[in-house]
C-alpha cells in the first residue's frame, strides 16, 4: 500500500535555529497533510497540499508540496520552545490518513 | 468551538477482557474515524464510518468491532485483550464535504496488564 516516508526520527536544536522535516514517497500523491502532535497530545491539522510545487506559509511555517508530487517538507523558521513536539506528514487515501513515522522535535532554550 | 470528545481518557485491563471506547464526533460531522497509535509510533488507521456505515477498514484486529450509533457517537469494542493493545486510541471526526482536514479527539490510553 501507499507508504510515506519520513526522515529525520530526531531533531534537537537550540532555541532561534532552524528546522525542517521531508516526507518522500515512491508513488505519485494526490495530496499531503501535516500535522502536529505535542507531548501527550493528539495530533493537530496544520495544511493540506495539493498542487504540485504549492507552497504555503503559516508564520514562521513554510510547507511546500514536490513537483512531482512525491515528496513534501516543512520547514520552521527560528524555533521557539512552543513549537516542540512531532510533527506527521499524512496522505489522505480516500478518507483514511497514511502517516509518516513523524519528526520529534526539542528545542532547548 | 465543540471538539471531538473521547471517554474514557484512561482505562486498565487485563489481559482477555473487554474493553469499550466511545468517540462523540463534532456536531454536524459525517465521518469518523478510528486511529491506535503505539508508543512512539505513529497513528495506524483502525476503521471509519460515513453517515452511519462502515466506509473503509485497516488493520483492525478480528477481535475488534466499532459501529456509530443513531446520534452519530461512535465506539470501538475490543476483546479478549493482549498485551499489545496498550496503546493510545484517537477517534477523529471530519465533514467529507469540506476537504481533507480531520478534527482528533484527545485519545483513550488503553493499559492492558
Known amino acids: 500500500g501507499q507508504q510515506v516516508m519520513q526522515i529525520p526520527q530526531y531533531q534537537h536544536v537550540q532555541e532561534g535555529e532552524d528546522f525542517t522535516t521531508y516526507c518522500n514517497s515512491s508513488t505519485t500523491l494526490s495530496n499531503i497533510q501535516w500535522y502536529k502532535q505535542r507531548p501527550g497530545g493528539h495530533p493537530v491539522f496544520l495544511i493540506q497540499?495539493?498542487?504540485?510545487?504549492e507552497v504555503k506559509k503559516q508564520k514562521r511555517l513554510t510547507f511546500q508540496f514536490g513537483e512531482a508530487k512525491k515528496n513534501s517538507s516543512l520547514h520552521i523558521t527560528a524555533t521557539q520552545t512552543t513549537d516542540v513536539g512531532t510533527y506527521f506528514c499524512a496522505y489522505n487515501q480516500g478518507g483514511k490518513l497514511i502517516f509518516g513515522q513523524g519528526t520529534e522535535l526539542s528545542v532547548k532554550p | 468551538a465543540a471538539g471531538v470528545i473521547q471517554s474514557p481518557r484512561h482505562l486498565i485491563k487485563e489481559k482477555r477482557e473487554t474493553a469499550t471506547l466511545k468517540c462523540y464526533p463534532i456536531p454536524r460531522h459525517d465521518t469518523v474515524y478510528w486511529y491506535q497509535q503505539g508508543p512512539g509510533q505513529d497513528p495506524q488507521f483502525l476503521i471509519s464510518?460515513?453517515?452511519?456505515?462502515?466506509?473503509d477498514k485497516g488493520s483492525i484486529p478480528d477481535r475488534f468491532s466499532a459501529q456509530q450509533f443513531s446520534d452519530y457517537h461512535s465506539e470501538l469494542n475490543m476483546s479478549s485483550l493482549e498485551l499489545g493493545d496498550s496503546a493510545l486510541y484517537f477517534c477523529?471526526?471530519?465533514?467529507?464535504?469540506?476537504?481533507?482536514?480531520?478534527?482528533f479527539g484527545p485519545g483513550t490510553r488503553l493499559t492492558v496488564l
Open positions: 464510518f460515513y453517515e452511519k456505515m462502515q466506509s
Open positions: 477523529a471526526s471530519s465533514l467529507r464535504l469540506a476537504g481533507g482536514e480531520q478534527f
Open positions: 497540499l495539493v498542487k504540485s510545487g
